[in-house]
């Protein structure tokens, strides 16, 4: 079956938000971790390198013209950097796939083969396949200044996954297998719901201890929120914060930079990156070079060794899953409406933007909806 989008603007084609967010984000958003990505490796010849933090903006204009103007149109109209970097990694991969024809020529029929490939050669998701078209018409149209025509291609097959979930027990086997610092970090992903980089990028000024509330500061899309901070990790972090005042005190002694901050925000207050509040609640042991600045600073401990060590502990506690620091946030989900709490409160604690996203958890409930029982139960033996 082959679908036309001809008609994007009112139909298929998703104009980014004022935000800036990622067109067709939500429709995988309870899914954004390391689980059930479709990352189409067959186009990843002149792809964007990822960076942890975008690179001083007037560093950083691209190097073919079509991706000079792809930056500046996303730029005028003040997208985050994830969906600058996003649409620019579409358009090289797109590039690519042109071979020796610039993305100048390109043509409805070149998004529409490529969009093809996703979906026949690579398998990718319903939401890559968005994704994907949406940055190639904002390309085309928005930043080359030329409509791309009618964009026939084959749709990619709808994927319907529930997320894993651990039990209560098993949550409290994988921590007993956790210590220190990794068992914190850890409970405090499952006790708050958080993702993996909203955990790794939490800094002093984001905890209420008083009050019992964790405030997520441009979690994903650029959305702020507040959410539950577990009152048994309330003492354990209060110890845990008069240790980073110690860390604090001998950096500052060493004469280390301050750590890194948002560019505008570096701008407007140059020496904030030294003050105790800004500080990573999870800093690395060791100081290093950042890979954008080249400043020699304290960075937030690295996402590989904290993902590494939860499967690990799953291993030891004997737990039969794929086991990820975000199959934490899909428990916390989970277990709170198997605890009774009302959809539209953990739809906010999660920072979803859609209740519809939320409602993935209701299938891996322990007993949906009024309370299903299997048949095999109600046969006496």
Same mark, same amino acid.
């Given at each position: ?56 903006? @007037? ?11 792809? *930056? ?38 070149? *998004? ?197 060590? *939860? ?7 004997? *737990? ?25 409160? @953990? ?35």
């Amino acid at each position: 079956m082959r679908a036309e989008a001809g008609q994007h603007e009112s139909h298929t084609v998703d104009p980014p938000s004022e935000a800036g967010k990622v067109p067709g984000e939500k429709q995988h958003e309870c899914l954004e971790s390391n689980e059930h990505e479709d990352a189409p490796g067959a186009l990843r010849a002149g792809s964007v390198r990822r960076l942890d933090h975008p690179p001083l903006a @007037v560093g950083d204009q691209g190097w073919a013209d079509w991706e000079r103007a792809l *930056i500046k149109a996303a730029r005028e109209r003040g997208f985050l950097w994830r969906t600058e970097s996003t649409y620019r990694e579409w358009a090289a991969k797109f590039a690519a796939f042109l071979g020796a024809r610039s993305p100048y020529a390109a043509t409805g029929e070149d *998004i529409g083969a490529f969009l093809s490939q996703l979906a026949v050669t690579l398998r990718a998701s319903p939401a890559t396949q968005k994704q994907a078209l949406n940055a190639l018409v904002f390309l085309i149209r928005d930043a080359l200044q030329h409509e791309p025509g009618k964009i026939a291609f084959q749709r990619a097959g709808p994927k319907v996954r529930v997320p894993t979930v651990l039990s209560r027990e098993e949550c409290q086997r994988l921590f007993v297998q956790l210590e220190g610092t990794t068992r914190m970090m850890a409970e405090l992903a499952y006790g708050a719901g958080l993702r993996l980089m909203e955990l790794l990028r939490l800094r002093v000024h984001h905890l209420d201890l008083d009050r019992q509330q964790l405030r997520v500061l441009g979690g994903k899309g650029d959305k702020d929120r507040m959410t539950v901070l577990p009152s048994s990790l309330v003492q354990p972090l209060r110890g845990h914060i008069e240790r980073l005042r110690v860390l604090h005190a001998e950096d500052r002694a060493a004469g280390l930079p301050g750590v890194w901050l948002p560019e505008g925000l570096a701008r407007k207050y140059p020496k904030a990156g030294v003050s105790w509040e800004w500080q990573w609640l999870f800093p690395s042991r060791e100081a290093s070079v950042d890979p954008v600045t080249g400043i020699w600073r304290r960075h937030h401990l690295s996402d590989n060794p904290f993902q590494d060590a *939860i499967r690990k502990a799953a291993r030891r506690a004997g *737990i039969d899953k794929r086991v990820t620091p975000h199959v934490l946030r899909h428990s916390f989900a989970t277990h709170l409406l198997e605890s009774g709490t009302d959809i539209r409160t @953990v739809q906010e604690l999660l920072g979803h933007e859609s209740v519809e996203t939320t409602q993935i958890y209701l299938h891996v409930m322990q007993k949906p909806g009024v309370g299903v029982r299997s048949p095999l139960d109600q046969i006496e033996k």
